[in-house]
């Protein structure tokens, strides 16, 4: 069997053999069975691209269309992202084209949703339709819900549009029966400071916790110190001190005071500002430079190595042998000091 392809004559092995078995008629664009019965080949002589496709026997391929059900995306937003017991979740979803990002105001159809627990189990579920290319939902959190990560899901029966999800936080609250406030006397505290704080707390009803037991619980770079015990006055106030350890090494602290007013127990708690010996210190020279014989004025910024500002106190001395010092300049505000 020869065949002409651009004006050149071509023999294809095996072909008469083929086409007596096989009992197909060959046509202008040259088709062919595979002697093993497994691969149909179809290619375009008369184009420079060649097509290879496999289906079983007996079947014909399957066009290569693409269908416009697969060209819209949702978009899925809700009111907040964290929700508590007893709130209602609205949910809003825009099906827009995938590719022009534009609404779809025409289409009608209906929107399944989904509201997955933590676990995967189906916490909530209903059908709500689509106008103007939106779409709305609500739930409202049971008040006992478990707290965990919640999935909103949307999907299009019958449709074949991609489906679109959006997870959402629910957490389990409880007012607390007691306010407190933690203020420290100093901005910074170095290995071997004494910590000095003082604690401020009353009732949520009114009042103040007079002569309710505190335990002082410090906390550094994950070894806990012994802090004693103390009281809260008649004006709702605590005095807390203890001193932090001679070596520490990366500089994270955390204060928790533990109140015990009658059968209500709470915990208040805050980071301990540690400055450790790496300080980053700037200088910034009113007018951008140093002159000699005259009194100047400089800007100086303090921030710890996590960007925190530090509280320090510095002299500014002379160079050489013998320092004098010049000036003597402490942090107040931010980390901010002018000298």
Known sequence: MYRNCWGKKMRIPGFNHWHSRSKVKTNTRFNAVVASGIVFLSVAVASSQATVRTVPVGRKPAPLTYSK??????????????????ENVYIRGVLLDASSHEPVPSLRTQVYLQVKGPRGQNVSSGYTSIQDSVWSFGWKVAEDQAGGEYTIQATYPGQGFPSAERKIDVR????????????????????GDKVAATLYAKRAEGGVPAGAKVTIKPMVDGIAINGGTSTIDAKGLCRVNFSLPQSIEKGDGTLALVMEDGGVVETASKSIPIVL????????????????????????QAFLPNGKPADLMANVVSAGSTQKALALFRTEHEGNSIT
């Open 172 to 191: 389990s609250y409880r007012a607390p029966r007691l306010k407190t406030q933690i203020i420290f006397a100093r901005d910074g505290y170095g290995p």
């Open 277 to 300: 010996q790496s300080v980053d210190l700037q200088m910034y020279p009113e007018g951008g430079e140093l002159v000699a014989g005259f009194k100047n004025r400089v800007y100086v």
């Open 69 to 86: 059900k697969n060209q819209f995306h949702t978009f899925i937003s809700t009111d907040k992202p964290l929700y508590r017991s007893g």
